[in-house]
């Protein structure tokens, strides 16, 4: 009897122990909605699908559709960065350090840039090791090392880049389209004058869409020494009361994992990002399908050469946030994920199932 998938399962691999992801479950649940079979195949955490005699494959969230390049530089963000800027689409100005670069090259690298700065690994996910709002010598210091050993890969680096100041957004795109446009928001409190931080938390995460893994549609805000700090920061400690209709955020990186929001914007977005958009895609020889990390001063307006960035593009985005957003629109994104694989589905069925 074929497994079906109705609950996270444990997906055990040769070297550790991961959690099949909630848009790999949508996917799967998805796929049963149009007669297709689903099959995982052990110890790789490839799934094959087959619709009329046709079988496909992907992984996470990517589809074999996906070329080799495309999935190498969009893992390497030094590489994506240079692919970005090669097809005149503006990001932030920086440097890439890797592990055999003496600390003097670091303190050129610092001394090079406006501050603050971000550092990140040249391979992370998740917002992991991502050091914000960098200014001091001593906390680059810490972040490029912190970098340097997030990954034991000889090409592992840090990026540094200044820190652009705006809005951040999560754009799911196809080859073909743009799917939809999240803005995520970081992890924050609303007060009401009576609880506190901690207990505004508590009730935050009592919400039944938020859940302990990385991967869930929305993550419970865990409270530790980044929270603290930032909301020290602000003259704040986990005791104190905010004001009615006050927001206090928890975090400075927006990511869903951390536990941000995510609320869906696609239908006020300007055209000229959908423009961008669709170039940043292209700039990737054979990427199928992605994410696009995308900063901006005004989403609504034309945007210029300065007035936005983008930041990163991810050749296995999660999509269960544009499908069950925070706040908006479900944008549909695993039958989106589908017609990739199966570019038939969309003519036998134009619009997706619910």
């Known amino acids: ?14 070297q550790s122990d991961e959690v099949m992801g909630g848009s790999a479950i949508l996917t799967l649940h998805e796929a049963e909605k149009y007669g297709m079979t689903t099959e995982e195949i052990p110890d790789t955490k490839i799934f094959k699908i087959t619709y009329k005699d046709q079988a496909q494959y992907f992984r996470a969230q990517n589809p074999a559709q996906t070329t080799g390049i495309a999935f190498q530089a969009s893992t390497d963000k030094n590489m994506g ?13 920086g440097f890439t350090i890797k592990k055999s670069d003496p600390v003097e090259y670091w303190l050129e690298v610092f001394a090079a840039l406006q501050k603050p700065l971000v550092v990140k690994p040249t391979n992370g996910t998740q ?16 972040a490029v090392r912190v970098c340097l050993q997030h990954t034991l890969h000889i090409s592992a680096g840090a990026v540094v880049e200044e820190m652009f100041q705006g809005q951040e957004y999560r754009i799911l795109a196809s080859a073909a389209k743009i ?15 009576t609880s506190t931080i901690t207990q505004l938390i508590e009730q935050k995460n009592s919400d039944p869409r938020r859940g302990d893994d990385p991967n869930d549609v929305l993550v419970k805000i865990k409270v530790d020494n980044h929270v603290t700090s930032h909301i020290e920061s ?13 927001r206090v955020f928890l975090r400075l990186n927006s990511n869903i994992s951390t536990g941000g929001d995510s609320l869906d914007v696609t239908d006020q977005v300007h055209p000229t990002v959908i423009e961008v958009a669709q170039r940043a895609m292209a700039a990737f020889p054979g990427l199928a399908f992605a994410g696009i990390d995308f900063m901006t001063k005004d989403i609504t307006a034309p945007q ?39 570019p038939q589905l969309r003519n ?7």
């Open 81 to 93: 960065r240079s692919l970005l800027k090669r097809a005149g689409i503006s990001i932030s100005e």
């Open 348 to 354: 036998d069925f134009p619009q997706p199932l619910e």
């Open 179 to 193: 799917i939809g446009v999240i803005n995520r928001r970081p992890a924050n409190v609303v007060g009401d004058g």
């Open 234 to 246: 602000q003259g704040l400690t986990l005791e104190s009361i905010p004001e009615k209709d006050l």
């Open 127 to 142: 917002g992991q090791s991502v050091f914000m709002n960098v200014a001091e010598e001593g906390a680059f210091r810490t």
């Open 1 to 14: 009897m074929q497994r079906k998938y109705y609950t996270r399962q444990t997906v055990r691999g040769p």
């Open 304 to 342: 210029t050469p300065d007035s936005y960035v983008i930041v990163e593009v991810n050749d296995s985005p999660g999509y269960s946030i544009h499908d069950q957003p925070y706040e908006g629109k479900n944008r549909h994104g695993a039958y989106e994920f589908l017609c990739v694989i199966f």
